[in-house]
């Protein structure tokens, strides 16, 4: 497989419970792009880079350098990808910065960080789990 080909403007809230928030850009962020926080502001995740590899969250809308944007955080919420998933399928941080790739895409070297796991082919339900350990 893949990066998830993402519909920027299809990504979205997938449900009234999932919790959002607003944050800072320290670069340029793509809606549908898993973020990190490091020193109060929201940069675009890689898994290639220990650092850069865990997601505090998805990009809901963009954001230019130092611009504000909204983006989904915490566990069990649902978002729309803009993309079409494989249910049940778990998705990840990529090794590809700012992009999101099902685990099995994962090589060594990459930082493992779990996204969520596909609910339908529309939404993935957000688990961020991670560890630091590389694959």
């Given at each position: 497989?893949?990066?998830?080909?993402?519909?920027?403007?299809?990504?979205?809230?997938?449900?009234?419970?999932?919790?959002?928030?607003?944050g800072?850009a320290?670069?340029?962020?793509?809606?549908?792009?898993?973020?990190?926080?490091?020193?109060?502001?929201?940069?675009?995740?890689?898994?290639?880079?220990?650092?850069?590899?865990?997601?505090?969250?998805?990009?809901?809308?963009?954001?230019?350098?130092?611009?504000?944007?909204?983006?989904?955080?915490?566990?069990?919420?649902?978002?729309?990808?803009?993309?079409?998933?494989?249910?049940?399928?778990?998705?990840?941080?990529?090794?590809?910065?700012?992009?999101?790739?099902?685990?099995?895409?994962?090589?060594?070297?990459?930082?493992?960080?779990?996204l969520?796991?596909?609910?339908?082919?529309?939404?993935?339900?957000?688990?961020?789990?991670?560890?630091?350990?590389?694959?």
């Amino acid at each position: 497989m893949a990066n998830l080909s993402q519909t920027a403007a299809n990504v979205a809230v997938g449900s009234a419970g999932t919790r959002i928030r607003n944050g800072q850009a320290g670069e340029s962020i793509t809606q549908g792009q898993p973020v990190y926080l490091s020193s109060n502001k929201y940069y675009r995740c890689d898994a290639n880079v220990q650092a850069k590899s865990r997601a505090d969250g998805i990009a809901l809308t963009p954001a230019a350098t130092d611009g504000y944007f909204i983006l989904q955080e915490g566990v069990g919420g649902f978002v729309n990808l803009g993309a079409t998933l494989t249910v049940g399928e778990t998705y990840v941080v990529s090794a590809t910065v700012g992009a999101i790739a099902p685990i099995g895409d994962l090589t060594t070297g990459d930082y493992p960080c779990i996204l969520g796991v596909a609910t339908t082919t529309a939404l993935m339900q957000t688990v961020y789990a991670y560890t630091g350990v590389p694959k």
